[in-house]
């Protein structure tokens, strides 16, 4: 197993608590990614961008070669010129990798599906392609963390070769999203409202969508356990059936290139209905529950669905307090090992839902064509009858989707 070493440069003025959360942090994704963490250290400036300084460089090194370690971890992203410096400071000792390559390690590792293979190996080759350089000169044989997916292949490649590699991957996974845009098109059609399940990494959401499904979905106290989206059917008590999708965990800083690699499978939460954030309330969870909602909010707005309505449901409750469940004035407090409030959490998905959608009566002509494309596109069509030239229907859909179909009719 690998021995690293952490290290956090932050700005002067930043809290220890803050400091201190983001090594904690560090240090489970670098257990995760399969190495241990025998030693860390940390600098302040009043420019972190520049990196460590001279004398924190020379520290490093004696540290490395003292513990002795041969992985060394940076808790921000390192840009390739200070990859270098770094680099040439160690030599051979120790590699050096940062936050954003551990993260892509374990999704390297996570990932089962081809599609799911395929964009880590995307991300990776992006993010690896500037650092080339400081990666040759200092590549050893035998892997390691920061070389799966891609692996040690990339140090071998010039850059035109690994553009072309990027290339190919967008057109494969371009051809993917097409048929998962013809898939969610298909779902849209059936009119089945969406409800997706997101929030940080290793809350307990597999386990949840598990019991409100009634079907095994891996779950493990581990990192990014879920990397593919699922999507099921499941009845709500009050409503009727709806689509429910698990979509792989967040965490803080998650790489643009995994958000811009995985957007095809993300698109899941954009297209939501109703999005519950889920929250652990174990007092012993790394990340704070306000940490935790900071990291929803960002990543939702990321993907465009900062507006979709969401209900808060904080899981792991049975960790939080033995006696029974505890109340939350701002959403659904929830066991899913013990089965407490599940019933709960249902009705307030159920109010939720029906207050997103309405039935309505209307007439349509049969030959209004824009308007039935709308139709079978945005409604549940409850009740329908042949008046002759026009139709009568019940309607059940939303707000938008009645105002899109008024635009149509009146065309």
Partial sequence: MERAVTVSV?????????????????KGLVE???????????????????????????????TVEALPADLVVFDHEVKPSQLLVVQNALGPRARVVDRTQIILDIFARRATSREGRLQVELAQYQYLEPRLRGMRAFS?????????????????LDRRRIRRRIHELNQELETMERQRRERRLRRRRTELPQVTLVGYTNVGKSTLYSVLTRRPQAADNALFVTLDPTVRRMVVPEFGPVLVSDTVGFVDRL???????????????????LILEVVS??????????EQLAVIDETCRALEAGKTPRLRVYSQCDRAAAAGVPRFEDGVAVSALAGWGLDDLLERVSMALRSRRREERVRVKWSNQEAWKVIWREFVVVEQ??????AELVL????????????????
């Fill in 255 to 273: 790489p643009h290139e995994l958000v811009a690699a995985f957007r095809s499978t993300l698109d899941e939460v954009r297209d939501a209905d």
């Fill in 10 to 26: 932050y700005r002067k003025g930043t809290s220890k608590d803050r400091v201190d959360h983001g090594l904690e942090e560090l």
């Fill in 385 to 390: 009858a042949d008046l002759g030239q026009e």
């Fill in 396 to 411: 059940r859909g939303s707000e938008q989707a009645f105002h899109m179909l008024d635009a149509a009719i009146q065309a």
């Fill in 140 to 156: 050893r044989p035998g892997g390691g963390i920061g070389t799966r997916g891609p692996g040690e292949t990339y140090l071998e």
């Fill in 281 to 290: 309330a174990d007092p012993d969870f790394p990340v704070s529950v306000g």
């Fill in 32 to 62: 995760a990614a399969g190495a241990n963490v025998v030693g860390s250290m940390t600098q302040a400036r009043e420019e972190p961008e520049a990196g460590l300084g001279r004398g924190a460089l020379e520290q490093l090194a004696q």
